[in-house]
């Protein structure tokens, strides 16, 4: 079955940098646009951008443009998203998700499934 | 950029039907699809595509998509559905979009 695991929890100092991961199996990695979410503590969920694990191309919400980056691994079909300069307010469950149409004209712009979460806490 | 409104929360008693809202100008020109996220879970997606259900989503969930509102309908509610519900679709300008969650309460 498609499964995403995430990477663990973190505790970040305000200006540092997180990475987080998702390990996909269950599917060809290549094949699928892979999504960020975030969801803020009692908050809804944001989107912050998506890369093509088959290209590497990649494309940000402008909120985050300048300090996340999402780069993936295919030999161990994994996706990363790295936010830089945290602030107070980046605290947050980060979650990946597929979406489940492929590539190009065949996206279909949901998410299907979804990873576990990994929570991120910006404190000093 | 494109916004989506659900109200902050509804109620719905055991056994009735929920019917919780989302909406966006023209929304139903776009394909809008729902997540329901249950404390401390991940979203898992209920409704595709305005009215479709995945494998494994109960009956008694269905969609509908018109205008300027989409909605979600929960039929014959049991305590297991309480859960945020998150509206989502994708805009050309603001790329994917989600609404401000709605809290389902099963009275």
């Known amino acids: 079955q498609v499964q995403l695991v995430q990477s663990g929890a973190e505790v970040k100092k305000p200006g540092a940098s997180v990475k987080v991961s998702c390990k996909a199996s269950?599917?060809?990695?290549?094949?699928?646009?892979m999504h960020w979410v975030r969801q803020a503590p009692g908050q809804g969920l944001e989107w912050m951008g998506r890369?093509?694990?088959?290209?590497?191309?990649?494309n940000y919400a402008q909120k985050f443009q300048g300090r996340v980056t999402m780069t993936r691994d295919t030999s161990i079909s994994t996706a990363y998203m790295e936010l830089s300069r945290l602030r107070s307010d980046d605290t947050a469950v980060y979650y990946c998700?597929?979406?489940?149409?492929?590539?190009?004209?065949?996206?279909?712009?949901?998410?299907?499934?979804w990873g576990q979460g990994t929570l991120v806490t910006v404190s000093s | 950029s494109y916004e989506l409104t659900q109200p902050l929360s509804v109620s719905v008693a055991l056994g009735q039907t929920a019917r919780i809202t989302c909406g966006g100008n023209?929304?139903?020109?776009?394909?809008v699809h729902w997540y329901q996220q249950k404390p401390g879970q991940a979203p898992v997606l209920v409704i595709y595509?305005?009215?479709n259900r995945p494998s494994g989503i109960p009956e008694r969930f269905s969609g509908s998509n018109s205008g300027n509102t989409a909605t979600l309908t929960i039929s014959r509610a049991q305590a297991g559905d309480e859960a945020d519900y998150y509206c989502q679709v994708w805009d050309s300008s603001t790329a994917v979009v989600f609404g401000g969650g709605t809290k389902l309460t099963v009275l």
């Open positions: 890369i093509n694990p088959n290209s590497g191309g990649t």
């Open positions: 269950g599917y060809t990695f290549t094949g699928y646009y």
């Open positions: 998700a597929r979406d489940p149409g492929g590539l190009g004209d065949y996206e279909l712009n949901w998410f299907d499934p």
């Open positions: 595509r305005d009215s």
């Open positions: 023209n929304i139903g020109s776009k394909n």
